[in-house]
């Protein structure tokens, strides 16, 4: 219950900040860049008739809209990963510092509703981030050139969970650091895991096989598993002749494991920030 | 321990990262006084009200507000608090920001709706309640935030510095209203340097200095005991031997006689010595100009208690 006024303080709070405003207005522009790319390239190959000859034997026209698909999910997964950090990086930190959060804690409700009510008003808003953003792309691509992805409702699902395990990074630093030191955590921990994901990439590839590079890669992925949640994705999303899926999906694709230890990896993220909130002074 | 206690705490101590807070607090305020709280500076006043309400955990000691252990929620259900820096979330409008924490208190919508106008207009904000606490002074903050410290009727309201940011006009107001809470058998904890107000708002003062009480009075207790009188007389006799008559002669009234700036002072025990040391000047033959008690003010109280060196 008092959760839930917490929650509705949060996304109330966003709204009224111009938050939610101007996540709408930057995805209606990225969506309506991809659009209107797509439709571009999608008018002329049409007014020649498909592909080129030449082209045709290597790759089929789904082949195209599968590529063009993968490359606006990789930017919309981009950014989703880091509106889950800059939009919930100051709402503990900045409240704490400011003390803002002392009239609010001295209420009849406890610590943890206090912070579960914020996460969930954060965990609402970025499904919805989710669904117009990644689900936007899909959708827009659907319907120019007629090509859906089958595997959409696991590939949004993947996304919302990666943005997850990024929120509850978040929470876990604004329950001890500043707001900038938290972004700092939350930034700092998803490059560490994209790095990880490339090292294991080029590790695992055909030329190079390193089995260290592949370890090191792994545990970049077990300290942080949004990169693996993501590479997980891919694989669901990507054609064999994409060529995305020779540089992401192909080489050493997560096993479905991934998705119960991100799961987890999340859970205990959140726990541990309840516990940490718990017994902080304010 | 008693329910009848509003506040009750023992040996409750605060170290931050090795740097002691508040030492060793221990003391019960009964239900329906009016507390002030006074020390220097850093003598943890403020630590000391976060223990009580559960923002920080004591390091060790214990305490109990309203009868229930510092920390449980229930006892928080019945007390107010308007915090030291009154910073609340400026993007809500004033009626909005106490809906929100009449909401979190669990006050019914319609008890909402009738309390909220009237406590803006309580402190005087009846206007100014569609505006954003953005647009606020600092003194119509801490109104504001008055109004949300008395939303749910507390049995027990603390106040951490109340009108460090109002006006003279503010200033009366939150009088006025300690008076009201008086009235209506609310517990006040009032955290104040201000002591011409505590002194005119309390039944009873504590003194804190390093976070330990150093001494607990009744305002009602201020100027018995010790008065203080200084006597203005027309020519102190001449020669020591005259004067230390004189003084030995003030002696059996009170303690400390002596002559300061051509004035005679001692420090009598009674008021009662007063006109008996005017009768027996006068039969000295000596002309009496004036014979004053010095009040004790909670100032002096304050800075003979505490120090000059504000117990830094």
């Known amino acids: 219950m008092a959760a839930r006024i917490i929650t509705g303080l949060t996304i109330r709070e966003a709204r009224r900040r111009k938050v939610l405003w101007g996540l709408l207005i930057l995805s209606a522009l990225f969506l309506g860049l991809y659009a209107l790319g797509l439709n571009f390239v999608y008018t002329e190959i049409m007014s020649h008739g498909g592909l080129p000859r030449g082209a045709s034997r290597l790759f089929s026209l789904n082949d195209v809209w599968n590529f063009w698909l993968t490359a606006a999910l990789y930017g919309a997964n981009f950014l989703l990963v880091m509106m889950a950090v800059l939009i919930s990086v100051d709402t503990l930190a900045g409240e704490i510092s400011s003390g803002t959060i002392q009239s609010i804690a001295v209420k009849p409700l406890r610590r943890h509703e206090i912070l579960l009510g914020k996460w969930l008003g954060f965990v609402v808003m970025l499904a919805g981030y989710t669904l117009l953003l990644a689900g936007g792309v899909i959708a827009i691509t659907s319907l120019i050139t007629g090509y859906t992805l089958a595997a959409w409702l696991p590939t949004l699902a993947l996304m919302f969970l990666e943005a997850l395990v990024l929120l509850s990074v978040s929470f876990v630093g604004g329950t001890r650091l500043s707001t900038l030191a938290t972004g700092v955590l ?77 799961i987890g990896h999340a859970a205990a993220l959140l726990a541990l920030a309840v516990l940490s909130f718990r017994r902080r002074d304010l | ?185 609310t517990t006040v904890f009032l955290n104040s340097h201000l002591l011409s107000e505590v002194e005119i708002t309390c039944d009873r003062v504590i003194f804190i200095k390093h976070g330990a009480v150093v001494r607990s009075v009744s305002l009602g207790e201020i100027g018995q005991g010790a008065l203080p009188v200084e006597i203005r007389i027309g020519a102190l006799p001449a020669g020591a031997h005259a004067q230390a008559d004189l003084l030995s002669g003030l002696s059996r009234w009170g303690r400390d006689a002596r002559v300061e700036d051509g004035r005679l002072h001692v420090i009598v025990d009674d008021e009662a010595a007063l006109p008996e040391i005017a009768r027996w000047l006068i039969d000295l033959g000596i002309d009496l100009y004036g014979l004053i008690p010095q009040r004790m003010s909670l100032e002096d109280m304050f800075l003979q208690i505490v120090g000059t060196d504000g117990g830094l």
């Open chain 2, 1 to 185: 321990m008693t329910s009848s206690q509003a506040i009750e705490t023992a040996n409750l101590r605060k170290v931050y990262n090795g740097k002691v807070a508040v030492a060793d607090l221990s003391l019960s305020v009964p239900c329906g006084e009016v507390f002030g709280f006074l020390g220097p500076n850093g003598a943890g006043k403020t630590t000391a009200i976060k223990m009580l309400l559960g923002l920080a955990a004591p390091t060790s000691g214990t305490g109990r507000l309203l009868g229930r252990p510092i920390g449980d929620p229930a006892a928080r259900a019945r007390a107010g608090f308007l915090p030291e820096h009154f910073r609340f979330h400026d993007w809500l409008t004033g009626a909005e920001f106490l809906h929100l924490h009449g909401q979190l208190y669990r006050m019914k919508e319609a008890d909402r709706r009738q309390r909220v106008p009237e406590l803006l207009a309580r402190v005087g904000l009846a206007e100014h309640g569609d505006k954003r606490l953005r647009g606020y002074s600092k003194g119509m903050l801490q109104r504001i935030g008055l109004a949300q410290a008395l939303l749910n009727r507390p049995e027990i309201v603390f106040l951490d510095e109340p009108t460090s940011g109002l006006d003279p006009v503010g200033r009366i107001l939150v009088r006025d209203i300690i008076r009201e809470l008086r009235e209506q058998g």
């Open chain 1, 186 to 262: 939350g930034f700092g921990l998803f490059g560490v895991a994209f790095i990880g994901g490339w090292i294991e990439q080029i590790g695992s590839f055909v030329l190079v096989e390193s089995e260290a590079a592949v370890s090191i890669g792994r545990l970049a992925s077990f300290a942080m598993p949004s990169e693996a949640l993501w590479r997980y994705a891919l694989s669901g999303v990507t054609t064999s002749r994409n060529p995305f899926s020779f540089i992401f999906g192909g080489a050493s694709a997560p096993d479905a494991g991934v998705v119960v230890y991100a």
